[in-house]
């Protein structure tokens, strides 16, 4: 589609290329919004990861191997909000890529790094949470804090690979192999063996080992739920049942919300790679891929604010009691001043 100016006459990303892609033009008004939009978006995302961070790291109390997974999460996601979120912003709304065929390729290898990244942390979690919540006298044993460093720095390595070797593969840094694209242009260029194990390895395994640990871990939730309501009815215990019961339930809730949360943003995403990218619409790819995105400014609040230490840890940063000696031992899980 030619945006033109006023004037009828097109805008070029570069004018003075004859291999140039055209400009797309936009009023001051939505050019200012959309800027104003997508910074507090990305500011949001990095703001809440960071908070994760600094929780985590700061803390003690908070070295264990769940954290550890929740720590790597956020470390992807904060990147996401601080490198890929500007640079894809400005990509939309400038829509030229003013970078070149080198830079676009390292963003592309970026950008899929810290999804991948980001993905296999879930799944890492996934599989901490059926061990503690299925497997309860085994967790100590079997996740431990060394382990679970070395599990992070693996799949870390492999998504570094993984994705570099996407890139490489289909031309990103031989502008030669990239002939129907125009200049100032940034865009997916996958074949379709790529398409199909990226699809293999970046989605369909991840999402049956998510879907099945946790539909597992429900149903051992639901299970204890109904036994502590039998011992209830016949009166062996009342208050530690109750508080139990509220508990089993609430982990049960969150557990439904995770998995929603995650078919929401990344399902849809996916069969969009299915299909031909000429099939779908600018609007609908730009709308998936952002859903991807803002996964990573909605996992803190569902992985960490849904813990009672975060919030208390929070009020101990915003309030710069972090800064105090000696608070890194602080007891956060009994510490309410």
């Given amino acids: ?56 790291s700061h803390f003690k109390k908070l070295h264990t191997p769940t954290n550890l997974l929740i720590l790597s999460l956020a470390v992807a996601d904060l990147f996401v909000g601080l490198i890929v979120m500007p640079v894809e912003a400005t990509k939309l709304i400038e829509t030229c890529w003013y970078f070149g065929d080198t830079y676009c390729g390292l963003f592309m290898a970026i950008t899929g790094l810290l999804l991948s990244a980001s993905l296999s942390n879930l799944v890492l979690i996934a599989v901490d949470r059926y061990m503690a919540v299925c497997h309860p006298l085994l967790y100590p044993q079997k996740i431990t804090t060394t382990k679970t460093v070395m599990s992070i720095c693996v799949f870390w390595s492999c998504c570094t690979t993984y994705n570099f070797a996407i890139v490489i593969c289909n031309g990103y840094f031989d502008p030669s192999h990239r002939t129907d694209v125009c200049y100032g242009e940034c865009i997916a260029m996958i074949s379709s063996s790529w398409r199909f194990t990226d699809l293999a390895f970046s989605f369909l395994f991840p999402s049956i080992v998510i879907i099945t640990v946790y539909l597992r871990i429900f149903y051992v939730v639901q299970y204890q739920v109904k036994v502590i309501n039998s011992l209830m009815k016949s009166g062996k215990c009342v208050i530690e049942c109750s508080v139990r019961r509220k508990s089993e339930s609430k982990a049960a809730l ?68 972090i800064l105090e000696p000696a608070s890194s031992v602080m007891d956060i899980f009994t510490d309410y001043s």
Avoid at 18 to 42: A, D, P, T, W
């Fill in 1 to 56: 589609m030619a945006y033109e100016t006023e004037d009828h006459e097109t805008q070029y990303c570069f004018p003075a290329i004859n291999s140039s892609c055209i400009k797309g033009k936009r009023s001051r008004h939505e050019y200012n919004i959309m800027y104003v939009f997508f910074s507090l978006l990305s500011a949001w995302t990095v703001f809440l990861n960071l908070l994760v961070i600094i929780s985590i």
């Fill in 254 to 321: 969150t557990l439904g919300i995770i998995v929603t949360v995650y078919l929401f943003c990344w399902i849809p995403y996916y069969i969009l790679t299915l299909t031909e990218i000429t099939v779908n619409t600018f609007t609908t790819v730009t709308f998936l891929t952002w859903t991807l995105y803002i996964n990573s400014g909605l996992n803190p609040l569902i992985y960490a604010l849904f813990y009672r230490w975060f919030k208390i840890s929070v009020k101990y940063i915003l309030t710069l009691k």
